[in-house]
């Protein structure tokens, strides 16, 4: 299992991985087109894969532009074995690392991406779009949050 940065030769595996998922899915895989995607990992922030055996497993992107999570998922078949975890903890280390904004995400309400956001430390702050749980994290409770875990090793580039 390596971790690394997302490049443009990811991006059709990064899109598998997004519409793999069981929540938070889209209702038409055509709203997010590869270019979008390399916008965001190029131009407007960057993102991190997960890779075992050659293919992309989880991803995450963090925009600068507008001080959001573009996006976290995990294969269903890698779930509940703290790739979102790891992937997660990187793109806040690299955002926070950029600048001191904060940062906002949103989520469907009732899924295990809300439960795992709040575990994280994120603060819900309203409502986005269609009834989306929007949540922030500051900078401050960020630092706090990894002073906890960072207790805890992480092995990045295991197998």
């Excluded at 989520?107 to 295990?112: K, N």
Aim: hydrophobic letters at 40%.
């Amino acid at each position: 299992m390596i971790f690394r940065e997302a490049t443009i030769q990811d991006i059709q595996q990064i899109q598998v991985v997004r519409n793999a998922v069981k929540e938070n899915m889209l209702s038409n895989p055509a709203l997010v087109p590869d270019a979008d995607v390399e916008e965001y990992i190029t131009r407007r922030g960057k993102g991190w894969v997960c890779v075992v055996d050659d293919r992309v497993i989880g991803f995450s992107i963090a925009d600068l532009v507008d001080h959001n999570i573009w996006a976290l998922f995990v294969d269903p078949d890698y779930e509940a074995k703290g790739i979102g975890k790891q992937l997660h903890d990187l793109m806040m280390n690299w955002y926070f690392n950029q600048t001191d904004e904060a940062v906002w995400l949103s989520t469907s309400p009732g899924t295990r991406a809300e439960t795992f956001y709040r575990k994280q430390g994120w603060m819900e702050t309203g409502v986005y779009g269609k009834g989306e749980i929007k949540f922030e994290m500051k900078k401050e409770d960020w630092k706090k949050n990894t002073e906890v875990s960072d207790t805890i090793p992480i092995a990045i580039g295991t197998k």
